[in-house]
């Protein structure tokens, strides 16, 4: 799947088929199962939660941007000035209070507000879909708040599933939106904002992914100690060499980089090929869930 070759309206039919999918499992999962632990220790009602509030985040966010307006809503901080790390406190007391406020009816909250952030999606215009709109992690084309949200549908899916099915794995849809997300640098997707800082890196490190499975994938990003960079789009051929690289499945490639798979005793990263191999266990530290 190459979302980068889809318009628009091709990737709102996608998204709209992945959340009806997403919403007829969760419908059939019954009332205790909300209660259980997902993936990182929250209940399932508050992951459900949460994708009711970014559901509506985005939403809004889009209804202002068509209307020229890109400034932080009140209480929210500057576009940029956030990273995922340090979001996560407040992500978290969001999720719960939503989730206290929808326990009568979670997945009609759930359903609700993913029908109102299809319907800000489909209505956006040629002229409309590069307008400029807010979010902590930067300002990002409307049109790119849809990739977010596969992001975060897909992700917090697996969240959900992993703890009872160890064989889960990220929709294809899901992991081909992370990757785009990725390539772009957008705001929440963005390797800047997984990023947790290591003194280690005493020299930057160019790191070269090679990625196959369900999405194939190649991409270029420097590492240094506070910060990762997707290296500039057209020079994954300029023969530069690389310090280090990775190969293997995408799907385990993007667990990785939303801090979902962790290395294994021995310093290996199931599905993924490091050389040096030393740098396998650095890596999974790199970045925190998101």
């Keep these: ?138 300002l990002l084309p409307l049109n790119r708040f849809l990739l977010l949200r596969a992001k975060e549908l897909c992700v917090h899916e697996w969240d959900l599933r992993a703890p009872t099915d160890p064989a889960a794995r990220i929709s294809p849809f899901g992991v081909a939106a992370v990757l785009l997300i990725i390539d772009e640098s957008i705001a929440s997707g963005s390797l800047r904002w997984a990023y947790q800082p290591d003194p280690t890196v005493s020299a930057p490190l160019r790191v070269r992914a090679s990625l196959d499975g369900a999405v194939r994938w190649q991409g270029r990003f420097t590492v240094t100690t506070d910060s990762i960079d997707m290296d500039p789009s057209g020079t994954l051929d300029d023969g530069a060499p690389a310090d280090v690289t990775v190969e293997g499945d995408a799907e385990a490639f993007v667990r990785l980089v939303y801090g979902r798979l962790a290395p294994s005793p021995a310093g290996d990263v199931a599905g993924l090929r490091f050389d040096p191999a030393a740098v396998a266990p650095r890596a999974a530290g790199w970045f925190t869930g998101i």
């Design 1 to 138: 799947m190459d979302l980068a070759q889809l318009d628009h309206a091709e990737r709102c039919r996608l998204l709209d088929e992945e959340t009806a999918r997403v919403s007829a499992w969760l419908h059939g999962l019954g009332p205790a199962a909300l209660d259980r632990p997902a993936h990182g220790d929250w209940p399932a009602r508050e992951v459900i939660a949460h994708l009711v509030t970014v559901a509506d985040f985005y939403a809004g966010n889009i209804e202002r941007g068509v209307t020229g307006d890109h400034e932080a809503p009140p209480g929210r901080p500057a576009a940029g000035s956030m990273r995922g790390a340090s979001t996560a406190p407040v992500v978290r007391k969001g999720a719960a209070a939503v989730a206290a406020a929808t326990a009568d009816d979670p997945l009609g909250a759930f359903d609700r507000s993913a029908a109102r952030l299809s319907e800000r999606l489909h209505a956006l215009g040629p002229d409309q879909l590069d307008l400029p709109g807010y979010h902590p992690g930067g």
